[in-house]
């Protein structure tokens, strides 16, 4: 298990980039069999461009009554077992993962003329992989973990900064452990489509469904 981290820049400009993609478009023969490695094809080359926060992905969930929530998140982890994320297990999407697996992902690359959608199911890793990933993190953002109630009203930020200085010195003389209510949660996709975007709004779009064997590709309209 590997977390994100930043490669070699080769400095190419979006502008320029999203240009030359828009041109050359997206077709079954240039892509591969693989989503994976296909979404890793792209995520790099969105990595070469410095387009900010390019792991920042939109996450859709839907609450008991049907209702759906939605909201940015940052992927920390992908492979052949999905995309992996990190949050408060209280947190209000949380809870609606625990109530309806089922969920949706876009990573929006729009200055690149770029998006990849995904629907699939969620589930909680592993605690080990959680406290593997909690270890990497800043110790103020571990700090930040303990410290905030996710989706809760609260009445002030002073109280939340008051808390933040109580977990500073409860933790003051060691390491600063995994909450236990706090962790990761695996995106096991069932379809993902890669959209390039075209001249004339003749966008090129395709997209991945599982099946018994693999993967099946088919091109949609725009």
Known sequence: MAFLTSPAQTNA???EFRAQAMAAGLDLAGLDPDPFVQFEHWYRQTIDTKLPEPNAMSLATVDADGQPSL???LLKLYDARGF??????HSRKARQIDGNDRVALLFPWVALARQVKVLGH????PTAESLKYFSTRPRGSQIGAWSSPQSQVIT???????QVEKIKRKFANGDVPLPDFWGGYRIVPDSI???QGRDSRLHDRF???RNNDG???ERLAP
């Open 71 to 73: 909201r940015t998140v």
């Open 84 to 89: 992996v994320f990190f949050t408060n297990y």
């Open 193 to 195: 489509e890669f959209w």
């Open 215 to 217: 993967w099946h590709i």
């Open 156 to 162: 002030s930020r002073s109280l939340l900064e008051q």
């Open 207 to 209: 997209r991945y469904t």
């Open 13 to 15: 400009d979006p502008a």
């Open 122 to 125: 969620a589930s909680r890793i």
